[in-house]
């Protein structure tokens, strides 16, 4: 399994971002997604999860009410939109399959990582 995010750049405080996490060589609908960050010096931490059929969302106490998961089994990819982004939010945003759907918020519970997409939000 391939993940490919993209969608990361540079904003201002306040502003949005739409990331894209795009699947190839298994069976996304099988899969929970996840996006995960990691900002320079710290761990990485879990920011939003969806199972496998999108029904089911969660997230971080920290995004909650401004980040909004979700996923097209159609085309095999993910989304994560980012709004009334924070100088906080400043980190390199990962997205991760888990094939058992577990719905987990640990790394561990991820199987599959893409490359990351670097977001910088400017005070």
């Known amino acids: 399994v391939q993940l490919q995010a993209s969608g990361g750049g540079l904003v201002q405080a306040g502003g949005s971002l739409r990331l894209s996490c795009a699947a190839s060589?298994?069976?996304?609908?099988?899969?929970?997604m996840a996006w995960f960050r990691q900002a320079p010096g710290k761990e990485r931490e879990f920011v939003a999860g969806?199972?496998?059929?999108?029904?089911?969302?969660y997230y971080a106490d920290s995004v909650k009410g401004r980040f909004t998961i979700s996923r097209d089994n159609a085309k095999n990819t993910a989304f994560l939109q980012m709004n009334s982004l924070k100088p906080e939010d400043t980190a390199n945003y990962y997205c991760?399959?888990?094939?058992?759907?577990?719905?987990?918020?640990?790394?561990?519970?991820?199987?599959?990582w893409g490359q990351g997409t670097q977001v910088t939000v400017s005070s």
């Open positions: 991760a399959a888990d094939p058992f759907s577990r719905g987990g918020v640990r790394v561990l519970e991820y199987d599959y």
């Open positions: 060589g298994g069976t996304f609908r099988n899969f929970a």
């Open positions: 969806i199972n496998w059929s999108g029904g089911s969302t």
